[in-house]
T-cell receptor, first 114, second 115 residues
Framework: AQSVTQLGSHVSVSEGALVLLRCNYSSSVPPYLFWYVQYPNQGLQLLLKYTTGATLVKGINGFEAEFKKSETSFHLTKPSAHMSDAAEYFCAVSRNSGNTPLVFGKGTRLSVIA | DVKVTQSSRYLVKRTGEKVFLECVQD?????MFWYRQDPGLGLRLIYFSYDVKMKEKGDIPEGYSVSREKKERFSLILESASTNQTSMYLCASSPLYSGRSGELFFGEGSRLTVL
């Protein structure tokens, strides 16, 4: 069975600082991994995804994530936080390789301090 | 752009009422999903559907049912609403076979309060 653990329900960074949101997964098959973002009072939108190929994945708004099989991790990073990055971020893994539905982590709320 | 539309953004209902949450997608996606979002619990899957008239239980189906009579529409039904069903409900869709396999497209959510 697939599962996702997001370390830290709330992360606070200063504007311009590095953003690091942690995600570890467990999967009995090669996983497809996703990061979604949810801005206040909105639905979720895809930031980036890993399916196969290059393990460093670039997404929208300057975010990227690296798939590390040995560590079963898919951490999300951004070199320099912007106030507009304040949102909730969800890591997700596919239940079966390439097929939905996704299993989501509990989310990490990112606050950006001016 | 893919659009998933949920009919109501905010609803207030009374305990015991029957509640319908409607979701429509305009991209001819095969898959549709209903998730429930609660603080500290993330998204939990209630029901999903891979095709018209097909439905599968997710992780928390108790107290809910669904209907998919047309490909573009997926309805969530609370037969007798209870206060513990106060939550944000998110509908999503995805294509079955495509380069975007696995990616979900979400509606903006329906926030239900049961009094």
């Amino acid at each position: 069975a697939q599962s996702v653990t997001q370390l830290g329900s709330h992360v606070s960074v200063s504007e311009g600082a590095l953003v690091l949101l942690r995600c570890n997964y467990s999967s009995s098959v090669p996983p497809y991994l996703f990061w979604y973002v949810q801005y206040p009072n909105q639905g979720l939108q895809l930031l980036l995804k890993y399916t196969t190929g290059a393990t460093l994945v670039k997404g929208i708004n300057g975010f990227e994530a690296e798939f590390k099989k040995s560590e079963t991790s898919f951490h999300l990073t951004k070199p320099s936080a912007h106030m507009s990055d304040a949102a909730e971020y969800f890591c997700a893994v596919s239940r079966n390789s390439g097929n939905t539905p996704l299993v989501f982590g509990k989310g990490t709320r990112l606050s950006v301090i001016a | 752009d893919v659009k998933v539309t949920q009919s109501s953004r905010y609803l207030v209902k009374r305990t015991g009422e029957k509640v319908f949450l409607e979701c429509v997608q305009d991209m001819d996606h095969e898959n549709m999903f209903w998730y429930r979002q609660d603080p500290g619990l993330g998204l939990r899957l209630i029901y999903f559907s891979y095709d018209v008239k097909m439905k599968e239980k997710g992780d928390i189906p108790e107290g809910y049912s669904v209907s998919r009579e047309k490909k573009e529409r997926f309805s969530l039904i609370l037969e007798s609403a209870s206060t513990n069903q106060t939550s944000m409900y998110l509908c999503a869709s995805s294509p079955l076979y495509s380069g975007r396999s696995g990616e979900l497209f979400f509606g903006e959510g329906s926030r239900l309060t049961v009094l």
